[in-house]
């Protein structure tokens, strides 16, 4: 009980920054956006607390897409790339002991899942899938294949550019986000009408990591860098103090 | 000036046709990765309180199942205290993790939470909110994922300070799950159209 501190309410979250519910030039999205309003509501314990996931979960390969799959101890196939960042709020802050979760296609383009249907070939070695818990600095890396652009079923011919999709959970429930990272200098970032959902230039910028050749490894893997912001935290304690009390 | 140096929230996307793979990669069948997949047990053979399932599907604007969606619930213990570090009323069942996560059947859209029932958790002006759980659906077509509550037939939700709030009463129904029997209780979501779920902005 010691080391608990009340949690502060999140910050608006900025809903015009955000990609909107209803982006007709994606076409699911058509019938899956509420037409209602959404409905806003106060915080209370129930959106400003959440789960801790601890270092305890994770095995030793799990932040290791290269070799967390491998059948038989070789190295999946593609470019080895190590994509490291932090996870901080919006007041620039550490996230400590956020979950990511990562996910993506091999170096062909090709998913590990049942319900894809693109003709590149699966790689034996690859799953696909990753996780890391973040630092006490709010740090994270993972290694990894660069994915492969693919075709996907929306207009006739719309193809995906190179991209890992982040599950992040900080810690508390209003905060959780999934997002996609994209690669500096892929010409079809600008031509993705899942990218395009997001209104700005300036905010699918914020989506594109960095390639940091400083920090790449020389004769082994390059290295990008991508930093995920979650929703920030008051800090105040007046914020819980009830009049009259 | 002083700057406030804010940075803004990385833009949300959908998480896509193979949410599965990142999040329950077992379930689809990417196996020897992790044990288990993470929220898939919320309770164990110690856990206080009533044991209830929670159940349901998720339906687009034409009514048609989503088979690819992932639902992640949160909640208060029996005893109305959320198993988290910013928990200050008390400490919470250490039994129970008050977090779940389920994909939807590949072949129906349903999924199902084993879990018990919540306590009553309070309003920031501390009137005691009915129990409830917190939902955030995900999936192909969602941009930005939606945020609901079910609230429970078998409760007073009369003076709900979430629910009394709501200016359309007459879609209050669309927060209340159905008991199917004693222990469980159906909480279909509907994304769009006729008896559209409420989604919240907190």
């Known amino acids: 009980m010691s080391n608990r501190k009340p949690a502060g309410g ?60 491998s059948q038989d101890g070789t190295s ?20 400590p002991g956020a979950l990511v979760e990562v996910w993506q296609a091999n170096a062909g383009g090709r998913y590990r899942h049942a319900k894809e249907g693109y003709i590149a070939p699966l790689d034996p070695n ?44 900080g810690d508390g429930f209003a905060q959780r986000l999934i997002t996609q990272m994209y690669f500096e200098g892929d010409p079809m970032i600008w031509q993705c009408p899942i990218v395009d959902t997001v209104p700005s230039r300036e905010g699918i910028e914020t989506l594109v990591a960095t390639l940091d050749m400083a920090a790449t490894l020389p004769m082994d893997a390059r290295v990008y860098k991508f930093d995920i912001v979650l929703r920030g935290r008051r800090a105040t304690i007046f914020e819980n103090r009830m009049e009259g009390t | 000036m002083i700057p406030l140096n804010r940075r803004r929230e990385s833009p949300s996307q959908t998480a896509g046709p193979y949410v599965h793979i990142g999040c329950v990669p077992n379930f689809c069948g990417i196996e020897g990765v992790y044990p288990h997949d993470l929220g898939d047990t919320m309770v164990n053979d110690q856990t206080k309180g009533e044991r209830i399932t929670v159940t349901g599907t998720t339906f687009d604007g034409t009514g048609t199942p989503l088979k690819d969606a992932m639902v992640e619930i949160w909640q208060a213990d029996a005893a109305g205290l959320y198993n988290s570090p910013s928990e200050i009323r008390g400490t919470a069942d250490t039994n129970f993790t008050g977090w779940g996560r389920k994909a939807g059947d ?97």
Request: glycine share 10%; net charge negative.
């Open chain 1, 10 to 69: 999140f910050f608006m979250r900025d809903t015009a920054w955000h990609p909107p519910a209803l982006t007709p030039q994606y076409k699911t999205s058509v019938a899956r956006s509420p037409s209602r309003a959404l409905l806003s509501m106060p915080q209370t314990m129930s959106e400003v607390t959440g789960p801790v996931f601890g270092h305890n979960i994770l095995g030793d390969l799990d932040n290791d897409l290269i070799l967390n799959y």
């Open chain 2, 106 to 202: 590949y072949a129906t859209g349903e999924w199902n939470f084993e879990t018990v029932k919540p306590g009553a958790v309070p309003f920031p002006d501390g009137r005691m909110q009915a129990p409830h759980i917190s939902f955030w659906i995900v999936a192909r077509g969602i941009n930005l994922g939606l945020q609901t509550r079910m609230y429970f037939p078998d409760e007073d939700n009369s003076t709900d300070p979430v629910l009394t709030r709501i200016e359309h009463q007459n879609r209050v129904p669309t927060l209340v799950a159905e008991q199917v029997d004693a222990s469980t209780y159906r909480f279909n979501i509907r994304l769009q159209g006729e008896g559209e779920t409420i989604f919240f902005d907190f």
């Open chain 1, 126 to 169: 690859f799953g696909g899938c990753g996780r890391v818990i973040t630092d006490d600095d709010g740090g994270y890396e993972f290694r990894t294949i660069q994915p492969g652009p693919y075709p996907w079923p929306n207009r006739v011919n719309d193809w995906r550019p190179a991209h890992i999709h982040f599950s992040i959970f």
């Open chain 1, 76 to 95: 999946a196939i593609g470019p080895r790339i190590i994509v490291y960042g932090r996870v901080v709020d919006e007041n620039g802050r550490g996230v």
